[in-house]
C-alpha cells in the first residue's frame, strides 16, 4: 500500500479579558475616553465588498509580504540557540490566524500588527485576500480529486470560541465568517475552562488526523479567557513522480554538528527543477497536479558555513531561487524524513515589533468588543498564541499539518541534458511546501538531521 506524505500546522490565538486586582467592577466612569468606539475606524464586514477577487498587483503585493513574514520569523526562530534539529513552521497558518485578530485590532495595536505580520493591503483588501487564497486553496485540492489523480488533500479551516457573553461585535463575528470561514462557538470559559482546552484540542485532532495532538497545553486556558481562534492546515498529497521504494539505501548524512549518520536517502533520476549556480542547490519536486511542490535548498560548496548561508535567505533571495529553478535531468539522492515543531510565538512576535497586542494596560481590540484598553475586565489583550507542526515525507510523498492558536484574556523548459546532474541532499538544507498559482510558503522548515524529530 503506497502511504502519503502528510503535513499539518495549527495556531491558536488565546485572547484574554484584563482583571482588576480585586474584584470590583468597572463603571462608566472607569471607562478612559480612548476606550469608547469612535467612527473613524476600519470600514465594517456590512460595508465590505462581497467579491473575492483582487487585481493582479494587489494578489503580487499580498503574496510578497506574506513571503517577507514567513522568512523573517523563520529567520528569528533560527536565531534561538535551542531550535530543533527539525524546525518546521506555517506561515500560512500563523498568517490567517492573526488577521482574524487584527480585524479587531485598532489604534497603535492595528498599526503594530501590520507592520510585524508585513500585512501589505489595507483593509478591507487584505481580508478579501485571505478569503481568496483559502478559496484557491481548496478549489485546487478539489479539482485534483475529481480528476485522475486521487492522492492529493489540502484542507485549511479556522474556528472561534467565545464566551458567550463576552460582547463581541456582530460585525466583527460577520467578518471573519465571511473571509475566513470560521464558525463561532460561544462557550462559558468562567465555569470550565480546561473542558474547553479539551473540545480545542480534540477539534484540532480531527482536522489535522490526528497529527497534531494536545496544541493547548495544560493551563493554557483559564476563567479570564474571552477567545480562543484557531487555524488548521492539513496537506496530503503524493509525488507527482514517486520514488521507487526499491533505490532507497542507508547512505551518510553529514548533520549541522559535523556527525555523520546513516539515514535512508530516496533515488531518482529524472527530468525535474533544479538551480545550480552560484552558492546554493535546489531542487522543486512537484506533487499531483505540479501546483504544489517541495522546494529544497542547500549551499552549492559542501564546506560552506551553512548558518551563514541560511542567514542570508530573506524573502528576496528565496524569491530569486524559486525563479531560477529550471528543467533538467538529474540524479536527486534526497533523504526520507519525520519531524515536527511546537512553539509559543508570543516573544517571537512582539521582537517582531507588535508589543502592544500583548500588553494588558495598552492593547487595543475595541473593533472586536467596543472596548478600548484599560477597561478592568473588558479589554481584551492577546495571552499566547500556539503553534504546532508535523511533517512524514517518504518514496510516495508527503505528509504535513499544522496548526495556530491565538488565545485571548479576558519553471522554463531546457534543453535534455546528456549526462544527469548529480544533486545529493547529504547535509543541512531547508525546505519550502510552495503553492506556485499564489506564491505562498505553506510550510517552511530547516533539517539539521532527518533522523532527529
Not at 61 to 80: E, I, M, S, V, Y
Not at 226 to 253: C, G, H, K
Request: with cysteine; net charge negative.
Amino acid at each position: 500500500m503506497i502511504r502519503l506524505a502528510i503535513f499539518a500546522a495549527v495556531l491558536t490565538v488565546a485572547l484574554t479579558a484584563c482583571q482588576p486586582a480585586s474584584e470590583q467592577e468597572a463603571t462608566p466612569a472607569d471607562v478612559p475616553e480612548s476606550a469608547l468606539p469612535v467612527a473613524d475606524q476600519a470600514p465594517a464586514a456590512t460595508e465590505l465588498e462581497e467579491t473575492t477577487v483582487l487585481a493582479e498587483f494587489d494578489q503580487d503585493r499580498f503574496a510578497g509580504g506574506n513571503r517577507d513574514f514567513a522568512l523573517a520569523a523563520f529567520q528569528q526562530l533560527l536565531a534561538n540557540p535551542e531550535a530543533s534539529d527539525h524546525l518546521l513552521i506555517s506561515p500560512h497558518s500563523i498568517l490567517s490566524a492573526l488577521a482574524m485578530v487584527y480585524a479587531g485590532a485598532d489604534g497603535s495595536t492595528r498599526v503594530q500588527m501590520r507592520e510585524a505580520l508585513r500585512f501589505a493591503l489595507d483593509e478591507p483588501a487584505l481580508h478579501r485576500a485571505f478569503g481568496a487564497l483559502d478559496a484557491a486553496l481548496a478549489e485546487r485540492a478539489k479539482l485534483e480529486r475529481q480528476g485522475e489523480a486521487r492522492g492529493f488533500e489540502l484542507s485549511v479551516v479556522n474556528r472561534l470560541w467565545g464566551q458567550h457573553d463576552g460582547g463581541f461585535l456582530p460585525e466583527y463575528l460577520e467578518l471573519i465568517e465571511r473571509y475566513y470561514g470560521a464558525g463561532v462557538e460561544l462557550v462559558d470559559f468562567e465555569s470550565d475552562p480546561d473542558g474547553i482546552r479539551g473540545q480545542v484540542n480534540e477539534w484540532v485532532e480531527e482536522q489535522t488526523r490526528e497529527r497534531i495532538r494536545d496544541l493547548l497545553p495544560d493551563g493554557s486556558v483559564n476563567e479570564d479567557t474571552r477567545m480562543i481562534l484557531v487555524n488548521a492546515i492539513y496537506f496530503l498529497a503524493s509525488w507527482q513522480d514517486a520514488f521507487e521504494a526499491e533505490l532507497t539505501r542507508d547512505q551518510p548524512f553529514t548533520t549541522g554538528r559535523g556527525r555523520t549518520v546513516e539515514v535512508p536517502m530516496m533515488h531518482r533520476t529524472d527530468h525535474m527543477a533544479a538551480h545550480v549556480g552560484g552558492d546554493t542547490i535546489g531542487v522543486s519536486l512537484p506533487y499531483l497536479g505540479r501546483e504544489v511542490s517541495l522546494v529544497a535548498l542547500m549551499p552549492a560548496d559542501s564546506e560552506a558555513d551553512f548558518d551563514a548561508w541560511l542567514g542570508g535567505m530573506d524573502r528576496a533571495a528565496f524569491d530569486l531561487l524559486v525563479e531560477g529553478l529550471e528543467r533538467k535531468r538529474a540524479a536527486l539522492d534526497f533523504p526520507k524524513f519525520t519531524g515536527g515543531s511546537s512553539f509559543r510565538l508570543s516573544d517571537l512576535l512582539q521582537d517582531m515589533g507588535m508589543p502592544l497586542a500583548f500588553s494588558r494596560t495598552e492593547a487595543d481590540f475595541r473593533r472586536m468588543n467596543g472596548v478600548g484598553p484599560g477597561v478592568l475586565g473588558q479589554s481584551l489583550y492577546i495571552d499566547e498564541v500556539f503553534h504546532k507542526t508535523f511533517i512524514d515525507l517518504d518514496e510516495a510523498g508527503t505528509e504535513a499539518a499544522a496548526a495556530t492558536a491565538v488565545v485571548m484574556m479576558r519553471l522554463t523548459a531546457m534543453p535534455v541534458e546528456d549526462e544527469p546532474l548529480e544533486i545529493r541532499f547529504d547535509r543541512p538544507f531547508v525546505y519550502a511546501i510552495y503553492d506556485h498559482p499564489t506564491d505562498t510558503i505553506l510550510f517552511l522548515g530547516r533539517v539539521l538531521n532527518p533522523l532527529a524529530e
